[in-house]
């Protein structure tokens, strides 16, 4: 019978203890809800004596681990129905295939709300998801989709998914999102990819025009601003030369007024020897023979200018 007694006790020792004690794993925190009530304190890692019999339930959250859940189209299902699961009606009521796989923590202050809502926060992960992916690839076309898609989505689906979960404050924020598909239905890919293919080369083009364009509008600024500052130099070549034979025939006209006041017939002489000069050149050109420069309509006419003064 003392054996019996003992036995019992040693199992309700580890019985109490195996409902009194719990491990907290590095990463974890603990959520304690004694008789249904959560409590303020989350205890870390470490061992955790709490209250046994189930008065208390220990919850143990993950806090930083990475779950994902994948969204979207499925092979399997493409078999079973007419319209697969995540094969989606894009703006211009076209069919793409659509799977995505979304990353999501708990939320360190949040844990209480995860705590009570840890069955369902995949499930409803999912579905939000889902909408987000539906109604973006129903406001677009399935060229914009197609082509677009793979680089906008993961982002609209981060910042989206995470504004929707607010409001259902279950304790989770979405890391990262990828788009593991995007395509069209197998039986019209085909068709697409070569819609695809030519608008890529239409791209290629568009960009080699571009770049053509900017190549000839530089030059053409490169060869603009060259005669402008041609012109500009010119300009200020010529400006220079007027301004230095202005400044020399100034100096000439007083050399030449203060001479013919000492000399009244200096500016004859300098007439005579300018025109000298110059019919001299005349002849040097084969212009005007000996007399040439005398004849005038009545036969010859010996004429100077200015005239002596008598």
């Given at each position: ?9 040693i ?23 004694r ?27 993950p ?21 697969p ?35 369902l ?24 989709a ?45 068709a ?23 190549r ?17 130099a ?13 400044q ?12 013919s ?15 000298t ?21 009545g036969?010859?006419n010996?004429?100077q ?6």
């Open positions: 019978m003392r054996l019996v007694i003992a036995i019992a006790a199992l309700f020792v580890v019985y109490t203890a195996g409902t009194a004690l719990t491990q907290v794993q590095p990463g974890e925190r603990a959520v304690v809800r008789w249904g009530r959560i409590l303020p304190d989350h205890p870390g890692p470490g061992l955790h004596i709490g209250l046994p019999w189930g008065i208390e339930r220990i919850d143990r959250v806090i930083g681990n990475v779950r994902r859940v994948a969204v979207g189209f499925r092979e399997a299902s493409a078999d079973d129905a007419a319209t699961e995540g094969q989606l009606l894009t703006g211009d009521h076209n069919l793409v295939n659509v799977q995505a796989e979304i990353d999501f923590i708990v939320r360190e202050e949040a844990i209480d709300s995860y705590a009570l809502l840890a069955d926060a995949d499930a409803l992960v999912a579905r939000v998801a889902e909408s987000v992916l539906a109604e973006w690839i129903a406001g677009r076309t399935v060229d914009h197609l082509l677009r898609g793979k680089a906008l989505l993961p982002s609209v689906l981060v910042d989206e998914v995470n504004r929707r979960l607010d409001d259902y404050n279950i304790g989770v924020r979405v890391a990262q999102a990828s788009l593991t598909r995007l395509n069209p239905p197998e039986d019209v890919r085909e697409f990819e070569r819609v695809a293919e030519a608008q890529t080369n239409i791209d290629t083009q568009k960009y080699r025009a571009d770049q053509e364009a900017n000839k509008r530089q030059e053409t600024e490169s060869e603009l601003f060259r005669m402008k500052r041609s012109a500009q010119y300009a200020k070549e010529e400006v220079l030369k007027a301004t230095a034979e202005a020399s025939f100034l100096t000439h006209l007083e050399q030449y007024r203060r001479l006041k000492r000399q009244p017939d200096y500016l004859n002489v300098l007439w005579q020897e300018e025109m000069r110059f019919y001299a050149k005349l002849r040097a050109n084969g212009q005007i023979d000996l007399l040439d420069n005398y004849l005038g309509a036969g010859i010996i004429w200018a200015p005239a002596k003064k008598k």
